[in-house]
């Protein structure tokens, strides 16, 4: 971890003030890492404190040693308690009742496509299939299509979507499944092989020949040298997302996170020397990302760092609506072929790669610049966001990474409308175009995204609450109901303070009680006992038991 990867808010640096001086920091709000730098160093210890002296590095250690430890705390700024509560748009950001008219009048492919998979798999949240939708159309196009943004970016319609959801009940598999049949009909060889260590992805991502390519079936060899064209353009469409998040931690994996956050940029050109396979080169890059994982599988895979460091600001976050219903299940089994021809169209028109000369030299792919009458709406809408990112703001510090590439999100999600109604348009323009109608319905889908991540936040704090809270009252009743606070957070292997909000958490819910220990020299000694009603219903639970 270096020094830059680390910030002290005013309530860190008076923490760790008090902490290098001995004095309480009891109910003071800290960040998760200063948290877990106090839960395993006592800076009045001269060899942990130059290991906090290190990790912070002399301007950090500089700025706690300017606070003064007997002032009061500093005012913590206003965080809204419920997550899920989602800040609205301003008035000049947020589409008219004409506007919402004209969303209707775009992307007949996705509602059709959303009207036949809502039926098919009539379980599955229409979130999810909105974005299994929008993930075919975006390797239907590959990185053949892009946006000349006033800020000077290339702005690509590839997409990583993440669908969130406890298992079995919204049924995921069954939509990602409809995606991948609708994919194998209209161009199988834009689905990429499951990636495995980092040096083979890349040599898929370089268009690379497996090494048992001559042993493997005429139609597979078919299929992946017309899929090598494409090579760095392709999907993966994984059922078990948390196993890729989780593999990047491991030794052999390394690498892989930053070249998955590089690849969502769609860089022209990427090279890596490995050791077994040489130089890989990658071209024209605009890989693709669908995946499905449960929330509880997500808390576990991911770090902290994986909500501020871009990784999963890069995902569009999608949970089931809030006004998720079941669907009537569609009475015959219908198969997609109309959707498979028109996506196929589609990915048909655009030009297709360069093929290598005799020499084995390859041209420079050909990628359209489309014209867009979008930017005052992108502007509105960005600016609104970026507002709701200020440092005084209420917004979780874990969405402002994905606040700030929400504008991204819709601008990729733009193209993608206005690619598919091209291709289903028979007198269409050479080019597609994307219009204000194009950008107002984007600008509604990654709204409900934002939305989601929202949900997505608030179930995930939940689920660590309300674990926590659990794992507490099971250790007070092994520990024959009464514990200290040095115990618990010890045996939870936990940061102490997570732990004292989870005990104030109970003690207000009267399932725990704060108890009076005898006075023990040079030390605060602090104990909870399980509450009377506690210990009652779990003498009955108990006795039921023995009965």
């Known amino acids: 971890m270096s020094h830059a990867d680390i910030t002290l808010t005013p309530q860190d640096a008076y923490v760790l003030a ?35 002296r290190r990790v912070l590095g002399q301007q950090l250690m500089l700025e706690v040693l300017r606070v003064d430890p007997d002032a009061a705390p500093p005012e913590a700024p206003f965080r809204n308690t419920d997550l899920n509560i989602v800040p609205d748009l301003p008035e000049d950001a947020r589409l008219t009742e004409a506007q919402i008219k004209e969303v209707t009048d775009v992307g007949t492919w996705l509602d059709d496509y959303v009207r036949w998979a809502g039926t098919a798999a009539n379980e599955t949240p229409l979130n999810f299939h909105i ?15 892009y946006i000349q943004t006033p800020w000077r970016q290339q702005v690509f319609p590839n997409l990583y979507i993440m669908i969130v959801a406890v298992s079995t009940y919204y049924r995921k598999s069954a939509g990602l499944s409809l995606a991948n049949e609708v994919a194998r009909l209209s161009m199988p060889h834009m689905i990429m092989p499951q ?19 001559s042993d493997i079936p005429q139609q597979d060899r078919a299929r992946l040298e017309k899929g090598n064209r494409y090579a760095a353009q392709r999907g993966l469409l994984r059922d078990e997302l948390s196993g890729l998040f989780k593999s990047m931690g491991k030794d052999y994996m390394a690498g892989l996170k930053e070249l998955i956050m590089t690849l969502y940029d769609c860089p022209a050109y990427l090279d ?30 991911l770090s902290a760092a994986d909500w501020h460091n871009g990784n999963l600001a890069r995902f569009s976050l999608l949970t089931p609506e809030t006004d998720y ?23 048909e028109k655009l030009p297709e790669p360069a093929q290598p000369n005799a020499l084995g030299e390859k041209k420079q792919s050909v990628a359209w610049s489309l014209a867009a009458d979008i930017w005052p709406h992108v502007h509105a809408y960005e600016q609104a966001l970026r507002a709701m990112t200020a440092p005084d703001s209420s917004l979780d510090d874990r969405l402002r990474a994905i606040y700030g590439r929400m504008h991204v999100q819709a601008i990729k999600v733009a ?25 107002f319905r984007a600008q509604t889908i990654t709204e409900e995204w934002r939305a989601s991540a929202h949900r997505l936040l608030a179930e995930l704090g939940e689920n660590e609450e309300v674990r926590l809270e659990n794992r507490i009252l099971g250790l007070l009743k092994t520990a024959g109901g009464s514990a200290t606070v040095r115990d618990l957070y010890r045996a939870l292997r936990s940061p102490r303070k997570p732990v004292i909000e989870a005990l104030k958490a109970l003690e207000q819910d009267g ?19 399980l509450s009377d009603e506690m210990t009652v219903e779990g003498s009955l639970l108990s006795g039921t038991r023995d009965n």
Request: aromatic share 4%.
């Open 415 to 439: 193209i993608l409308l206005a690619a598919l109604d091209w291709a289903d348009t028979d007198d269409a323009p050479p080019h597609p175009k994307v219009t204000a109608a194009h950008w």
């Open 272 to 301: 890596s020397n490995t050791n077994n396979k040489g130089l890989v080169v990658i071209r024209d890059a605009a890989l693709s990302i669908l995946g499905a994982v449960t929330p509880a599988e997500l808390g576990h895979s």
């Open 325 to 347: 219903r079941e669907r009537s299940a569609s009475s015959d089994s219908e198969a997609p072929t109309d959707l498979a021809a028109r996506l196929k169209r589609l990915h």
């Open 511 to 529: 399932r725990v009680v704060k108890v009076d220990l005898p006075p023990n020299p040079g030390k605060r000694s602090e104990a909870y006992q």
């Open 195 to 213: 990636p495995g260590s980092p040096e083979n992805f890349m040599s898929m991502l370089g268009g690379v020949l497996p090494p048992n390519f």
């Open 18 to 52: 008090r902490a290098i001086v001995g004095l309480p920091y009891d109910g003071v709000p800290l960040s998760p890492l200063t948290g877990l730098l106090l839960a395993h160093l006592d800076p009045q210890m001269p060899d942990d404190l130059q290991i906090l």
């Open 131 to 145: 974005g299994a939708g929008l993930y075919l159309a975006a390797i239907a196009v590959g990185r053949r299509l």
